[in-house]
């Protein structure tokens, strides 16, 4: 046992090292060193530097499977592995250090253009050589250390202080959001935050212990528990807390007022949260709004139908440029504005019915020809239509209409007649205008998700061939997928081109497309809450940390690996899609616990879970 | 779930849709606008008369970079092919394996260039140049299967397609962070400056050099898969992976092997890629990698002379084509549509002939 665990250590240390190595070297680490976490002491570099040999000496000390038992490590060899993690780790980084300053950073610098004195300078924490390497190698360990013990202590401990350290790091990160908030409701945010915007000790430790309690009294999912409408059939659930068996809220209120209420105070927050964040985050929340709506139409490709569609960049785009020359867009030439060549001055919530009409068609238009591709195959040439889009909205051939490289400005303001909402000129006034069409399309993938096309839909993912023999018509649900998604993600186009009023080809990019792919990814496909929260995370956390800004596409790469090796059924998974990624897994999962519980009597069978 | 098993037809509302041999319809029209376009395309731009005329020279001289470009093409498509043929997977972060070769080159180059080492020994420099290019190649092509295949390789299809996308967008934006956003121009050696003129057709000096290369890389690879007793192993493991394991083959080292052979001709092409256009830059992977990829799956995906022949056929294609087809209907500036010629081609291709020219039309796969 200890041997292998000490193996483990020292591979998992060696990638701890060679991650700190890759994050100094894009240049990730000195772009973060000056985040502040709390006062001024500990920094997001600190965070960075010392995050991979936490995570590698937890995984050092994780249980394994040795001849057929899962055993945890005693404490003195997690200890032992930690330390050996941590040392590991930092003596990867110090050799990395040593060869630079041998070849002389000038010269390292030539090549690798982020390494430079004040990065170095970083990673020996502001110190000599000598002093710098000791701290580097001395914290290492400890925090290796520190994470292997934490990792062999019950759930119990070990969730709620990663819970409460992960929240404290969060809780920084967010203060763009949390201070305008505190001012706005005259709440004093002095003892939580310092006044260059990092956490002081006060306010570190109040954020832990909140949040560390929140996560012993498993509040996280007591809270869904309560936002599921009707209470779960067993079968179904994902978590130990949240099934069905018992009831906790058989209060006076009832379930139903329970939910009732919980979902009333989460409207009220999304009506009041423009005025309580302020412009400027309400710009982020904005973009979030448009990604969101991208998210759920491809989730609905993707998510639900099984079609991995790449070029879905193609109708937010047609989205956007089909409500500009509808709206009374002009182009802008070197003469001045010009009208398109084809165009109408029609009101904006005249013209979007027919820009979503457009979209769906030629949904159904690219749709047909690809329907007998399946696949990876499918997924390159859904790529090539969004190129193909993005060449042709941006060619000097068709100029006259789309305005070309130079786009198109004027697009319209999409007020409503008689309330004074600004929606181009106010973020907090757009903000609105999102939420307004997130909420619808929030409420038709949801309708949808069960529906009979919902169901014709997953059974066609599932094997497309037994779906047909079933008498499902695939030609049909694909088509009518490709539409649908296309008219949701039409929709951010056109809300896209009126918050910014003009648009150039630049924002057309295939990248879109692999953001929206992202974005449902992380949160789990064919999920409503999984594309929620991978749109704030995955929009919403970069657009706050603009030093995140020239990596985001970085981490959208990692985050894509990383969820797919890791967790595929992404972070807030839909139940049925997690069961097929991990078909064989949960049926033993579950049969174990039923073994376990052979008490109740009435433990449904694993297999006929999850048809509602 | 039995009772959605009934038809919907009958009530739905949709049921005129099904009646309709959409997919038919669609394709008809497709094949008929199409031949349409291309054919009055082709037919005007040749009856172009007065200034706008163009002579044959002007053709020949498109042709002659469009198989130098094809080569090229050819030699990153022989790496999805391979990788393909032996996991049917696409490995989608190929063409940032063919950057990275690519890049490091360049400041072996540039060094050498500055140097003057890249005038005076062109040969040896070159040398260096392919070496460092292929090292480095390699090495991404080998972690990239490490990290982010391997472990998928019984994942639903989805799975690796996902993270091969992911690792594209990693590998890009990490050589934007280690190397810098700006495009570097590639130095070329001296005696590979300058134009060939024979008759009234000139061309680069470079291009015959890159033509050449390919070609006798080609012929090593296909010499390698046919003749050696790897390359036995590798045709055994693409024809049933279970069965050739069975038979004693090591799956993961051939494939590991296959991921070496891809970056090994990805970095020969970076290099000359790189000299061709004179520059590299953190996005130069993604336009020749799709483009390599439709060459593939135009020849064919998983045969070698399909890749070949498909990098031939696209590269002239994407030189010639813009011209050939547009200048005569009067587009503006018709090469800047070069991309929607490659991706209609791949379109076209997958519908009408999804084997590929010389593939065995794997009918069940697409």
């Given at each position: 046992?200890?041997?292998?665990?000490?193996?483990?250590?020292?591979?998992?240390?060696?990638i701890?090292?060679?991650?700190?190595?890759?994050?100094?070297?894009?240049?990730?680490?000195?772009?973060?060193?000056?985040?502040?976490?709390?006062?001024?002491?500990?920094?997001?570099?600190?965070?960075?530097?010392?995050?991979?040999?936490?995570?590698?000496?937890?995984?050092?000390?994780?249980?394994?499977?040795?001849?057929?038992?899962?055993?945890?490590?005693?404490?003195?060899?997690?200890?032992?592995?930690?330390?050996?993690?941590?040392?590991?780790?930092?003596?990867?980084?110090?050799?990395?250090?040593?060869?630079?300053?041998?070849?002389?950073?000038?010269?390292?610098?030539?090549?690798?253009?982020?390494?430079?004195?004040?990065?170095?300078?970083?990673?020996?924490?502001?110190?000599?050589?000598?002093?710098?390497?000791?701290?580097?190698?001395?914290?290492?360990?400890?925090?290796?250390?520190?994470?292997?013990s934490?990792?062999?202590?019950?759930?119990?401990?070990?969730?709620?202080?990663?819970?409460?350290?992960?929240?404290?790091?969060?809780?920084?990160?967010?203060?763009?959001?949390?201070?305008?908030?505190?001012?706005?409701?005259?709440?004093?945010?002095?003892?939580?935050y310092?006044?260059?915007?990092?956490?002081?000790?006060?306010?570190?430790?109040?954020?832990?212990?909140?949040?560390?309690?929140?996560?012993r009294?498993?509040?996280?999912?007591?809270?869904r528990?309560?936002?599921?409408?009707?209470?779960?059939?067993?079968?179904?659930?994902?978590?130990?807390?949240?099934?069905?068996?018992?009831?906790?809220?058989?209060?006076?209120?009832?379930?139903?007022?329970?939910?009732?209420?919980?979902?009333?105070?989460?409207?009220?927050?999304?009506?009041?949260?423009?005025?309580?964040?302020?412009?400027v985050?309400?710009?982020?929340?904005?973009?979030?709004?448009?990604?969101?709506?991208?998210?759920?139409?491809?989730?609905?490709v993707?998510?639900?139908?099984?079609?991995?569609?790449?070029?879905?960049?193609?109708?937010?785009?047609?989205?956007?440029?089909?409500?500009?020359?509808?709206?009374?867009?002009?182009?802008?030439?070197?003469?001045?504005?010009?009208?398109?060549?084809?165009?109408?001055?029609?009101?904006?919530?005249?013209?979007?019915?027919?820009?979503?009409?457009?979209?769906?068609?030629?949904?159904?238009?690219?749709?047909?020809?690809?329907?007998?591709?399946?696949?990876?195959?499918?997924?390159?040439?859904?790529?090539?239509?969004?190129?193909?889009?993005?060449?042709?909205?941006?060619?000097?051939?068709?100029?006259?209409?789309?305005?070309?490289?130079?786009?198109?400005?004027?697009?319209?303001?999409?007020?409503?007649?008689?309330?004074?909402?600004?929606?181009?000129?106010?973020?907090?006034?757009?903000?609105?205008?999102?939420?307004?069409?997130?909420?619808?399309?929030?409420f038709?993938?949801?309708?949808?998700?069960?529906?009979?096309?919902?169901?014709?839909?997953?059974?066609?993912?599932?094997?497309?061939?037994?779906?047909?023999?079933?008498?499902?018509?695939?030609?049909?649900?694909?088509?009518?997928?490709?539409?649908?998604?296309?008219?949701?993600?039409?929709?951010?186009?056109?809300?896209?081109?009126?918050?910014?009023?003009?648009?150039?080809?630049?924002?057309?990019?295939?990248l879109?497309?692999?953001?929206?792919?992202?974005?449902?990814?992380?949160?789990?496909?064919?999920?409503?809450?999984?594309?929620?929260?991978?749109?704030?995370?995955?929009?919403?956390?970069?657009?706050?940390?603009?030093?995140?800004?020239?990596?985001?596409?970085?981490?959208?790469?990692?985050?894509?690996?990383?969820?797919?090796?890791?967790?595929?059924?992404?972070?807030?998974?839909?139940?049925?899609?997690?069961?097929?990624?991990?078909?064989?897994?949960?049926?033993?999962?579950?049969?174990?616990?039923?073994?376990?519980?052979?008490?109740?009597?009435?433990?449904?069978?694993?297999?006929?879970?999850?048809?509602? | 779930?039995?009772?959605?098993?009934?038809?919907?037809?009958?009530?739905?509302?949709?049921?005129?849709?099904?009646?309709?041999?959409?997919?038919?319809?669609?394709?008809?029209?497709?094949?008929?606008?199409?031949?349409?376009v291309?054919?009055?395309?082709?037919?005007k731009?040749?009856?172009?008369?007065?200034?706008?005329?163009?002579d044959?020279?002007?053709w020949a001289?498109?042709?002659?970079?469009?198989?130098?470009?094809?080569?090229?093409?050819?030699?990153?498509?022989?790496?999805?092919?391979?990788?393909?043929?032996?996991?049917?997977?696409?490995?989608?972060?190929?063409?940032?394996?063919?950057?990275?070769?690519?890049?490091?080159?360049?400041?072996?180059?540039?060094a050498?260039?500055?140097?003057?080492?890249?005038?005076?020994?062109?040969?040896?420099?070159?040398g260096?140049?392919?070496?460092?290019?292929?090292?480095?190649?390699?090495?991404?092509?080998?972690?990239l299967?490490?990290?982010?295949?391997?472990?998928?390789?019984?994942?639903?299809?989805?799975?690796?397609?996902?993270?091969?996308?992911?690792?594209?967008?990693?590998?890009?934006?990490t050589?934007?962070?280690?190397?810098?956003?700006?495009?570097?121009?590639?130095?070329?050696?001296?005696?590979?400056?300058?134009?060939?003129?024979?008759?009234?057709?000139?061309?680069?000096?470079i291009?015959?050099?890159?033509?050449?290369?390919?070609?006798?890389?080609?012929?090593?690879?296909?010499?390698?898969?046919?003749?050696?007793?790897?390359?036995?192993?590798?045709?055994?493991?693409?024809?049933?992976?279970?069965?050739?394991?069975?038979?004693?083959?090591?799956?993961?080292?051939?494939?590991?092997?296959?991921?070496?052979?891809?970056?090994?001709?990805?970095?020969?092409?970076g290099?000359?890629?790189?000299?061709?256009?004179?520059?590299?830059?953190?996005?130069?992977?993604?336009?020749?990698?799709?483009?390599?990829?439709?060459?593939?799956?135009?020849?064919?995906?998983?045969?070698?002379?399909?890749?070949?022949?498909?990098?031939?056929?696209?590269?002239?294609a994407?030189?010639?084509?813009?011209?050939?087809?547009?200048?005569?209907?009067?587009?503006?500036?018709?090469?800047?549509?070069?991309?929607?010629?490659?991706?209609?081609?791949?379109?076209?291709?997958?519908?009408?002939?999804?084997?590929?020219?010389?593939?065995?039309?794997?009918?069940?796969?697409?």
């Amino acid at each position: 046992m200890r041997r292998i665990v000490l193996r483990t250590a020292v591979r998992a240390g060696a990638i701890a090292g060679i991650a700190v190595c890759f994050v100094s070297i894009v240049g990730l680490l000195e772009r973060l060193a000056e985040l502040p976490i709390i006062a001024t002491t500990i920094t997001m570099g600190d965070v960075l530097i010392l995050l991979p040999a936490a995570a590698a000496s937890w995984v050092a000390a994780s249980p394994r499977v040795i001849a057929g038992e899962r055993r945890s490590p005693d404490l003195s060899t997690a200890a032992v592995a930690g330390l050996v993690t941590g040392v590991t780790g930092a003596a990867i980084v110090t050799g990395a250090l040593a060869i630079v300053s041998w070849l002389g950073v000038e010269t390292v610098r030539r090549v690798f253009i982020a390494v430079s004195p004040e990065l170095i300078d970083i990673l020996r924490f502001g110190q000599s050589a000598v002093v710098g390497t000791v701290i580097l190698v001395a914290s290492s360990a400890v925090v290796g250390l520190a994470f292997a013990s934490l990792r062999i202590t019950p759930p119990d401990v070990r969730r709620p202080v990663v819970g409460g350290l992960f929240a404290i790091v969060v809780a920084a990160l967010l203060n763009r959001v949390i201070e305008p908030a505190f001012d706005q409701l005259n709440v004093e945010k002095d003892w939580l935050y310092a006044i260059n915007h990092g956490l002081t000790w006060v306010g570190a430790i109040v954020v832990f212990v909140l949040v560390a309690g929140a996560v012993r009294l498993h509040l996280g999912s007591k809270l869904r528990a309560i936002l599921r409408p009707e209470p779960s059939p067993a079968g179904v659930d994902d978590g130990p807390e949240g099934s069905g068996r018992r009831d906790p809220f058989a209060g006076p209120l009832g379930r139903r007022g329970v939910t009732l209420i919980a979902w009333a105070v989460i409207a009220l927050l999304l009506a009041v949260l423009p005025f309580l964040v302020g412009t400027v985050v309400s710009r982020i929340l904005g973009s979030v709004g448009i990604f969101l709506l991208l998210g759920l139409g491809l989730n609905i490709v993707v998510g639900y139908a099984g079609l991995l569609d790449l070029g879905y960049v193609a109708f937010f785009a047609v989205g956007a440029y089909f409500t500009a020359i509808l709206t009374g867009g002009q182009r802008l030439t070197a003469a001045g504005y010009q009208p398109p060549a084809f165009g109408a001055s029609l009101p904006f919530y005249v013209a979007l019915p027919i820009v979503v009409a457009i979209a769906a068609l030629i949904g159904v238009l690219i749709g047909a020809p690809v329907l007998r591709l399946r696949g990876d195959y499918l997924a390159i040439v859904t790529l090539g239509f969004g190129e193909i889009a993005r060449v042709l909205f941006g060619s000097v051939w068709l100029q006259n209409l789309f305005g070309g490289a130079l786009g198109m400005s004027k697009i319209t303001t999409a007020e409503i007649p008689g309330i004074p909402l600004h929606f181009q000129s106010d973020a907090r006034h757009f903000y609105y205008l999102v939420l307004a069409f997130c909420l619808l399309a929030i409420f038709v993938s949801w309708r949808l998700q069960w529906s009979r096309i919902g169901r014709a839909w997953n059974a066609m993912r599932e094997d497309e061939q037994v779906a047909d023999a079933m008498g499902i018509s695939t030609t049909r649900y694909k088509l009518l997928a490709f539409a649908i998604g296309g008219a949701v993600g039409s929709l951010g186009g056109a809300l896209f081109a009126v918050s910014l009023g003009s648009l150039t080809i630049a924002s057309f990019k295939i990248l879109v497309s692999i953001t929206a792919l992202a974005v449902i990814i992380l949160g789990g496909l064919g999920s409503i809450p999984g594309v929620i929260v991978g749109a704030l995370v995955l929009i919403g956390l970069p657009g706050l940390l603009t030093q995140f800004e020239d990596y985001r596409l970085l981490i959208y790469g990692a985050v894509l690996i990383a969820i797919m090796l890791l967790r595929p059924q992404g972070l807030v998974p839909n139940v049925r899609r997690s069961r097929e990624l991990h078909e064989d897994e949960r049926l033993q999962d579950q049969w174990a616990e039923h073994a376990l519980e052979t008490e109740s009597v009435e433990a449904p069978l694993p297999t006929g879970g999850a048809i509602e | 779930m039995a009772n959605d098993a009934v038809p919907a037809s009958a009530g739905g509302s949709l049921g005129w849709l099904e009646r309709l041999p959409v997919r038919r319809i669609i394709l008809t029209v497709l094949t008929v606008v199409l031949v349409v376009v291309v054919g009055t395309g082709i037919v005007k731009t040749l009856t172009l008369s007065g200034t706008e005329h163009l002579d044959w020279s002007f053709w020949a001289n498109l042709l002659v970079i469009g198989i130098a470009l094809g080569a090229v093409y050819a030699l990153i498509a022989l790496g999805y092919t391979l990788v393909y043929g032996i996991l049917r997977m696409i490995n989608f972060a190929h063409g940032e394996v063919f950057m990275m070769g690519a890049f490091a080159s360049f400041f072996f180059a540039a060094a050498y260039a500055q140097s003057g080492f890249l005038n005076t020994n062109p040969f040896a420099a070159m040398g260096v140049l392919f070496l460092t290019a292929i090292l480095v190649s390699v090495g991404v092509a080998v972690l990239l299967e490490r990290v982010a295949y391997r472990p998928l390789r019984n994942a639903p299809r989805l799975v690796p397609l996902i993270t091969a996308i992911g690792a594209s967008l990693f590998l890009q934006n990490t050589a934007q962070g280690m190397f810098g956003s700006q495009t570097r121009g590639y130095p070329r050696p001296e005696i590979l400056e300058g134009t060939i003129k024979i008759g009234k057709v000139s061309f680069d000096k470079i291009d015959p050099v890159v033509i050449v290369t390919s070609i006798v890389v080609m012929v090593l690879l296909e010499l390698f898969v046919k003749r050696t007793k790897t390359g036995k192993a590798m045709r055994a493991v693409a024809q049933d992976r279970e069965i050739a394991s069975l038979m004693g083959i090591d799956v993961d080292r051939v494939v590991v092997i296959t991921f070496v052979i891809g970056g090994v001709l990805a970095g020969i092409a970076g290099v000359l890629y790189a000299m061709t256009f004179g520059q590299v830059g953190a996005t130069m992977g993604f336009l020749p990698g799709i483009a390599a990829f439709t060459a593939a799956v135009l020849g064919g995906i998983g045969s070698i002379p399909g890749a070949a022949l498909g990098g031939l056929i696209l590269g002239v294609a994407e030189s010639v084509g813009p011209y050939m087809l547009l200048s005569g209907l009067h587009v503006p500036s018709p090469f800047e549509l070069k991309g929607v010629i490659t991706f209609s081609i791949l379109v076209l291709v997958l519908i009408f002939r999804p084997g590929g020219l010389l593939g065995t039309g794997e009918a069940e796969k697409v």
